[in-house]
């Protein structure tokens, strides 16, 4: 059974950091691109960043550019995400996803169930 587990979302302050983590279990991930999703309330679910295989090729989405930083371990079937100088807006649940292609659209075949990220003003 594949399983996708989310961990170190928690509540900050605006400038403060964070590292996302994201285990998979239930098989190897290691030929899967893995990306993350965050979902605010109201809002629909956005991409955040994706990494292939690979590690190579990485993707964020614009408003986190420059800000956050996507990485995996593959011997650990883990991705990680590291969120730094972080703003109020990035205040979302944050889901990790593991599909064939990297890609910006939702297209995974595997999702985690969430992590809360609050940044304060």
């Known amino acids: 059974q594949v399983q996708l587990v989310e961990s170190g979302g928690g509540l900050v302050q605006a400038g403060d950091s964070l590292r996302l983590s994201c285990a998979a279990s239930g098989r190897s991930f290691s030929r899967y691109a893995m990306g993350w999703f965050r979902q605010a309330p109201g809002k629909e679910r956005e991409f955040v960043a994706a990494i292939d295989w690979g590690g190579g090729v990485k993707l964020y989405a614009d408003s986190v550019k420059g800000r956050f930083t996507i990485s995996r371990d593959n011997a650990k079937n883990t991705v990680y995400l590291q969120m730094d100088s972080l703003k109020p807006e990035d205040t979302a649940v944050y889901y990790c996803?593991?599909?064939?292609?990297?890609?910006?659209?939702?297209?995974?075949?595997?999702w985690g169930q969430g992590t809360q990220v609050t940044v304060s003003s």
């Open positions: 996803a593991v599909g064939r292609y990297i890609s910006r659209s939702p297209a995974y075949d595997y």
